[in-house]
């Protein structure tokens, strides 16, 4: 862990948000949970896996991912050399859509702060989506089947769109594409690791993010 950060402030923010969470009524959704579930993961989570909304599963347990959808991504991590305990995992809406129907609009944006926190708070350096709805915030009007893999810089963070678990699980022929996806990850940490630290000797500021309406058909976002 980084000496220089106090993670007993960023686990007490934490801790304040899954309150928060546990108890909003911002949205409908609420008067149908069993369980909230704001996200989970350490603390000095260098990735953020952004998935979309809580199912059946994870609405009874509060756990984020830990259906069928969940496995699959322990799986992926997996051939990364990583366990669901060493990222942090959330959604861009909190509480379970009625029989899994996709978020609202209204839905999503009553539960945008509370993931903003989230990310000011970890401060992780890839930002990994799961899905067209955590794909959006990052890439406004992007289609996941173009961009899905393409990473792109974003301030002092690098964004990756990925397929959703559960579309792989009802799409197996995108499982190539997934393992490929995942296996970016770690090469995309160790190379802005390695870029924010020169940007640090020679005293240039990161970028500002700027993401793109949507990314040409077959072209590469632009990493660092």
Known sequence: M????????????????????????????????????????????????????????????????????GHLLEDLLEKIGLTRDDVFIGNVVKCRPPQNRDPRPEEIAAC??????????????????????????????????????????????????????????RNMAAMPDAVRDMQRIPRLLERLEQVLADEAVQGIKPPVPTPEPEAPTGEQLSLL
């Open 112 to 169: 945008s702060g509370y993931l903003q926190r989230q990310l000011e708070l970890l401060k992780p350096k890839v930002v990994a989506t799961l899905g067209r709805y955590s794909m959006e915030k990052f890439f406004p009007g992007a289609k996941i089947t173009k961009v899905h893999g393409k990473a792109e810089r974003q301030g002092k963070r690098v964004v990756i769109p990925l397929y959703h678990p559960a579309y792989i699980l």
């Open 2 to 69: 980084d000496e220089t950060v106090d993670y007993a402030a960023i686990a007490a923010g934490l801790a304040e948000i899954a309150a928060e969470v546990s108890v909003c009524t911002a949205c409908e959704l609420h008067k149908g949970r069993t369980c909230a579930v704001p996200g989970e993961g350490p603390v000095n989570a260098d990735i953020f896996f952004i998935g979309e909304a809580p199912g059946r599963n994870e609405d009874e347990t509060g756990r984020p991912f830990v259906g069928q959808a």
